[in-house]
Antibody, heavy 122, light 110 residues
Framework: EVQLVQSGAEVKKPGESLRISCKGSGYSFTSDWISWVRQMPGKGLEWMGRIDPSDSYTDYSPSFQGHVTISADKSISTAYLQWSSLKASDTAIYYC???????????????WGQGTLVTVSS | QSVLTQPPSVSAAPGQKVTISCSGSSSNIGNNYVSWYQQLPGTAPKLLIYDNNKRPSGIPDRFSGSKSGTSATLGITGLQTGDEADYYCGTWGSSLSAVVFGGGTKLTVL
């Protein structure tokens, strides 16, 4: 079974750093991209960016470029989403998803991780 | 304000049919494939439709997708209470160089 398992919920203070993880299993981790998607409380889905685990090439949404860092360690089939200085507005659920992509025009997300709730509060 | 426009909510009775629209432009839906995702309360999104109208294995044929011009539509027949969820469309936004989602539609099965 293809599965993405994310790290657990985090509670942080503004200004702190954080890295959350997403471990893939049941498929060749380097055969597809991994994307991260944000869902703020009571809101919709927002695409943050994607990484090709085979060479760690990354591509960010303009809305998130410079605010987060996406990385991967293919040796342990794990992708990461990282912040260097959290803000209260980063409070959200973050999902990773396997991105099957034939081109920018033709792609889909399947499966999704279970989500990681990040709470940033003083 | 989402790039793709979906109705905030739709409702129908059990056993009935409902459609959810997703409206965009030539820089997104008009020239790219559309996928649809179901998010049951308190859970992660799940792929329902890809390549405009294809269903992954395990997704019942009660769910269908179509695309015409700059709009896409998700159809659900034989509604069940278990279909109550938020539904999102997604595609590539060429002008933004980013994946774009609709704002989501909450389905209520009365």
């Amino acid at each position: 079974e293809v599965q993405l398992v994310q790290s657990g919920a985090e509670v942080k203070k503004p200004g702190e750093s954080l890295r959350i993880s997403c471990k893939g299993s049941g498929y060749s981790f380097t055969s597809d991209w991994i994307s991260w998607v944000r869902q703020m409380p009571g809101k919709g889905l927002e695409w943050m960016g994607r990484i090709d685990p085979s060479d760690s090439y990354t591509d960010y949404s303009p809305s998130f470029q410079g605010h987060v860092t996406i990385s991967a360690d293919k040796s342990i089939s794990t992708a990461y989403l990282q912040w260097s200085s959290l803000k209260a507005s980063d409070t959200a659920i973050y999902y990773c998803a396997r991105l099957t992509m034939y081109s920018n025009s033709r792609w889909w997300f399947d499966p999704w991780g279970q989500g990681t709730l990040v709470t940033v509060s003083s | 304000q989402s790039v793709l426009t979906q109705p905030p909510s739709v409702s129908a009775a059990p056993g009935q049919k409902v459609t959810i629209s997703c409206s965009g432009s030539s820089s997104n839906i008009g020239n790219n494939y559309v996928s649809w995702y179901q998010q049951l309360p308190g859970t992660a999104p799940k792929l329902l439709i890809y390549d405009n109208n294809k269903r992954p294995s395990g997704i019942p044929d009660r769910f269908s997708g179509s695309k015409s011009g700059t709009s896409a539509t998700l159809g659900i027949t034989g509604l069940q209470t278990g279909d109550e969820a938020d539904y999102y469309c997604g595609t590539w936004g060429s002008s933004l160089s980013a994946v774009v989602f609709g704002g989501g539609t909450k389905l209520t099965v009365l």
